[in-house]
Structure formats: C-alpha cells, structure tokens
C-alpha cells in the first residue's frame, strides 16, 4: 500500500490490517505519555484546499503523536490564492521533502491526481475529494462499528462470534443504514464499498432526489423510506449524513431543489427519538459531523447514550495513526515500488 | 558433493555439517523446561522473593516463555498468582530498523493490573542478539511507566551484540557465527502452523539461507 486514495481499492486484508492496527494504536492513546517515536524524522504535509476542522486536526494530531513533523498548508493564505496550480504547489511540497501528503480537495479526483501525475515521491492520502471519496472517515467507521457491534457478538450476526477481542474480524453480517444527503455524501460512497468489503449490508435511505444516478452498480441497497428499513431490517448501526446545503444551488428555501423545505425532510428522513424507539437495543447512532441539529438527526437523538459520534472523533485519530504508520514506517524503496 | 553424512548411522543425524538440511537441535524440550526452572529460582533468588516482580514478554516469543516462567514463579512462592505477574511489551513502534524492513505488524501491549511502577520488570526474550530490541523495550517501559529497576532474561543467548546490554538470566550461551540462524520453537506460537505433525519445544541452529527473500531477524 502506497497511497490512500479510496476504499473501493482495498482488499478485506488491507482493511483489517489497518483496523487491527488501528486498536493497537488507540490502546497506545490512553497511557499517561502518548507520543510514540515510530516517525521521527517524516514529514507529513497537511495539503487543505477545502475548509475542514476535524479531519485537519485529527491527521494534524495523529502524526504528531508518531512524532513526524506536520506542515499545515491551507489555501486560503497560501501561494494558491494567487492562483498556483495544484501541480506546482506539488513540486514545491517535493522540493521541500515531504513523506506523506495528506490531500483535502473540492475536485473529485485531484488525491489520484496529485499520487499518479509523477509530481510528488511521498505516500498520498485522500483526506476527502469532492464528492467521491473520504476513506479515512470510512475505516473509522468501520472501527468504530467492529469496536461496538462484534466485540459484544452482534445480535442477529448468527450469534457464532466470540465475544471479546474483535481483532482480525470483519463486519459480516452487520446491517448498516446510511440515511440522508447520499448524493452529495463522500462518505456514504466510502462506507459503502469498505462495508461491502468487510461483509457488512449497507441500506441508503434518502429522498429520490438525493440518490445519485449509477446507484444501481454499487454494491447495497436503496430505499426511500426510512421508517421501513429501520423497522423491517433492524440495522445494527444507523449513520446519519450532513445535509449539505453549501453544495444545494438556490438553496433559498433550505433544501434547494431537493426538498420543498427542512421541517418536510425532518419529518420525513431525521433522526428523532421516536424513531430511535424503533430500533434494537445495540443498535448505534452514528454521523461523520458536523450535524446539523434538528435536521437530519434532534438534539435527543445525538445526545442519547447509543450515539457513538464523540467517539468516532477519537477512533479518527487511531486510525489515522495507523494509515500514516502503514504508509511510512516500512522499508521506502521495495514496499513502495513492489506494490505500487 | 559428497551425498550423505560421512558419519556412520548411529550417530544423531544433526552434525552441522549435514548438507541436506543443516539444522541443529541445541535445546530439546526437557533442556528448555530445566533451563526455564532455573531461570525462575534465580529470578526469585536475585530479587528476594518475586512479589515486586513483574515478568513481561517481549511478541511473539518472549510471551508464552514469559507465562511459562510466571508458573514457576507461582509454584515456588507462595501467595503468588500467575497471572498477576505477567504481561506483554510490544516494542514495534520503537525499533530503529522499521524503514529497512516491510512494514511489521504491531503487537499487543498488556500489563499486569498492578502496573510496573516501583517494580522489578523482567523483560523476557526468546534469542538474546544484537541487542537492538532489546533498547526498544526499554524505551517503550519509559513511555509507560517508571520501575524501580529493570532486568533481562533470555532463552538464548547467541552473542554479537551491537549495544552495551546484557542479560541477566540465561538458558543457554551459544556461541554462534553470523552465518548462522538461531530460530527458537514453542508448541504456544509455532504448534497451529504445523501440517498435522505434532511439535515440540526446541532451539535450533541453521545456516542463514543465502536467498535475499528469506526475512532475517
């Protein structure tokens, strides 16, 4: 593995591996000293063309903590402001050495870009492009999910797991709703090929207008009422999605042209407590955030004790942790170019 | 050239010389079982009983040697619960050779419920040889606590070190050359891979396989 670009090219092996990794390295985060040496001396850039808080700051926090020297470069207040092309700016990171290139950009596919144009040597990872792909929000996900769901032996999983350590497991037969804005959503497009890799069953739930066409191919299925599949199916785990009106034209309204108004698509696909009534015991809440309280998911739902969200953020760190240990630590010149 | 030993057949067929396959048993079951025995008494003799003391293994074969000797340890004092005891040290993300090799897979880490603050940790290794890991488990020990002291115990000890460390408690000096490969066998770690034929504890000495593919420690 050389880069990270997204999860529809990781194998089930791949996965796990950076999962189990990942639980090492949060057993690591609760010690009294957290800093580990294992990158001295990398140097990871922090390449953000696209406005982010959390994502910036958890891969920020991460390589820190495997004490690689991070560079925080934004494009607001940078050379790109001026109007440097991406290509440029990628020589100027190369002329300055750096070992990871951690990429946040509002074009679909510039991380591919950036990893496959020969401009840069160091290890590529997407840390969200345009509406295609955000893999690390995707793998904390998922360990946020095998952490909660197949430690304790999932209900309705066969019940033939062993209850306990999760390493080395995947997700099979885990349900897993995905609800809301899918069409704008990177990481509803992440989630759904790394669950389908782990053996997880993904269910999008959204209005018609907010499905994407080509949905058929991937690999889940859709439906456009939420009460249904929370009833029927029972997920074990229910991601809300953000609502992204800064994408949504003419969003005078609230919703654009993509539902008449917000109080129509609360009522219709938020996350409430009623609707939480409905679901098994186990069953988690999750959203990748920022929320938008009161619209896709009420203050009750995002507050009650089965909802994960504040824990995803710390399982963020893990588990980019573990991506940047995998891409950096091992032998530059062979595993680079034996897998590349 | 020669095809066979050049001994007659009553002799143990593991001269080091053996062209075929080269391998050397040092240590059989029953050597390593006395060798561990020993290495317990000393540990309780050194330290004057074994209730400050915390054994921790050092993956993948430090571990089970380290739970085979907190048994011992138990069986000779009195009072003393295995399990409270010992514990295992994953010192991946401290090595200074992660960027020669291909990326290692990192290990547990888990202590004994008592930490290791203001114990006698005994770090315990299968072969004892450069050194190097060695370093790394101390460095990982002070991210993680403070013990009042620190002590090394090794199954083998095949000499080359490339530091200033040396072991405390030994099964066996085995002098070695830098040809050689010293591989250790538990029926804990190495049993399951096995085709079907049953295995048994044993330390074993091999030329270095001259292919570059072949991992060295």
């Known amino acids: ?340 | 050239m020669s095809s066979g030993p050049a001994v007659p057949s009553s002799e143990p067929p593991v001269t080091p010389e053996d062209p075929s396959d080269g391998v050397t048993t040092v240590l059989g079951e029953a050597e390593i079982a006395r060798a561990l025995t020993r290495i317990a008494h000393e540990v309780v003799e050194r330290n004057k009983g074994a209730h400050d003391v915390v054994l921790l293994g050092i993956p993948t074969r430090g571990v089970p040697l380290a739970a085979r000797l907190a048994e011992r340890l138990a069986s000779i004092e009195p009072g003393l619960v295995a399990a409270d005891v010992v514990g295992e040290l994953d010192v991946t993300m401290y090595r200074d050779d992660l960027h020669k090799h291909p990326v290692r897979t990192i290990g547990a880490t888990h202590l004994p419920a008592s930490g290791i603050d203001g114990k006698v940790v005994v770090l315990v290794d299968d072969v004892l040889f450069s050194g190097r890991t060695i370093r790394a488990a101390l460095d990982a020990i002070s991210d993680i606590g403070r013990p009042r002291a620190v002590q090394l115990a090794a199954l083998v000890d095949r000499g080359h070190r490339e530091l200033p460390i040396r072991p405390d408690y030994v099964g066996k000096n085995l002098p070695t050359s830098l040809s050689e490969r010293v591989s250790v066998r538990l029926v804990e770690t190495d049993g399951a891979a096995s085709s079907g034929e049953p295995v048994t504890d044993a330390v074993l000495i091999s030329q270095r396989p001259t292919t570059p593919s072949e991992a060295t420690r």
Not at chain 1, 32 to 53: A, C, H, Q, W, Y
Not at chain 1, 92 to 97: E, F, I, K, N, S
Not at chain 1, 280 to 308: C, F, K, Q, W, Y
Request: glycine share 8%.
């Open chain 1, 1 to 340: 593995m050389k880069h990270l670009l997204s999860t529809a090219d990781l194998s089930r092996a791949d996965a796990i591996r950076i999962l189990d990794t990942a639980a090492q390295m949060a057993a690591t985060q609760s010690r009294e000293i957290k800093k580990l040496p294992t990158l001295r001396g990398r140097t990871v850039v922090n390449l953000f063309f696209e406005d982010s808080t959390r994502t910036r700051i958890s891969f920020e926090t991460a390589a820190k903590r495997l004490s690689a020297d991070v560079i925080n470069f934004s494009a607001k207040g940078s050379s790109v402001s001026k109007g440097e092309s991406l290509k440029d700016t990628a020589l100027t990171l190369q002329a300055m050495g750096a070992d990871a290139v951690v990429i946040r950009h509002q074009a679909s596919g510039a991380p591919h870009t950036l990893a496959h144009a020969g401009w840069v040597d160091s290890a590529v990872v997407n840390a969200g492009d345009g509406m295609h792909q955000h893999p690390t929000q995707a793998l904390l996900d998922a360990f946020t999910m095998r952490r909660h769901l197949v430690a304790r032996g999932a209900a309705g999983a066969g019940g033939t797991r062993v209850a306990g350590d999760p390493t080395g497991q995947d997700l099979a037969g885990l349900k897993v709703a995905v609800v809301g804005d899918v069409l704008h959503s990177r990481v509803a497009r992440s989630n759904v090929h790394l669950l389908h890799t782990l053996g997880a069953h993904v269910t999008l739930v959204a209005p018609p207008t907010l499905v994407p066409v080509g949905v058929e191919t991937w690999p889940c299925d859709v439906s456009y009422h939420l009460d249904e599949v929370l009833a029927e199916t029972a997920p074990d785990a229910v991601m809300m999605l953000r609502v992204q009106r800064e994408r949504m034209s003419g969003s005078g309204a609230g919703g654009g042209a993509f539902f008449p108004n917000p109080l129509e698509y609360t009522r219709n696909y938020g996350l409430d407590g009623r609707r939480l009534a409905l679901l098994p015991d186990h069953t988690i809440v999750m959203h990748p955030g920022p929320m938008n309280r009161g619209l896709e998911i009420s203050a009750e739902a995002a507050d009650s004790p089965r909802a994960v969200i504040v824990e995803q953020v710390a399982n963020g760190v893990a588990v980019r942790m573990a991506v940047l240990y995998l891409l950096l630590a091992g032998e530059a010149s062979t595993e680079r170019a034996g897998l590349e």
